[in-house]
């Protein structure tokens, strides 16, 4: 079984910061892709910020909504990615789900995407 966890959400005024975490347990091989995204009430779902390993180290991908206030990152020997929130805006507010691409056995041909529960985020003006 593969788990994902999320915290760190929190009610916070505009202008203010949160940092979430989201923390991968299980029968995990390795993995890929780490990511961040948002479901807001009547919203669909919508990708906040990504990263992923290669060769190279590993590269990030944001929203446009979100560059220069939000940054991802990640611990790969906790198996951990987070979300660090900085001068947060009521459109910021939602539930902030944690995902992961990831192989559960060194026999995985590919990629499976597995879901956190999610976790709160709501920004008053």
């Known amino acids: 079984q593969v788990q994902l966890v999320e915290s760190g959400g929190d009610l916070v005024q505009a202008g203010g910061s949160l940092r979430l975490s989201c923390v991968a347990s299980g029968s995990i091989v390795s993995i890929k892709t780490m990511g961040w995204y948002r479901q807001a009430p009547g919203k669909q779902r919508e990708l906040v910020a990504v990263?992923?390993?290669?060769?190279?180290?590993?590269?990030?991908n944001y929203a446009d909504s979100v560059k220069g206030r939000l940054t991802i990152s990640r611990d790969n020997a906790k198996n951990t990615v987070y979300l660090q929130m900085n001068n947060l805006k009521p459109e910021d507010t939602g539930v902030y789900l944690c995902?992961?691409?990831?192989?559960?056995?060194?026999?995985?041909?590919?990629?499976?995407?597995?879901w956190g529960q999610g976790t709160q985020v709501t920004v008053s003006s």
């Open positions: 990263i992923t390993n290669d060769t190279d180290g590993s590269s990030t």
């Open positions: 995902s992961a691409d990831l192989r559960k056995t060194d026999y995985d041909r590919t990629w499976f995407r597995y």
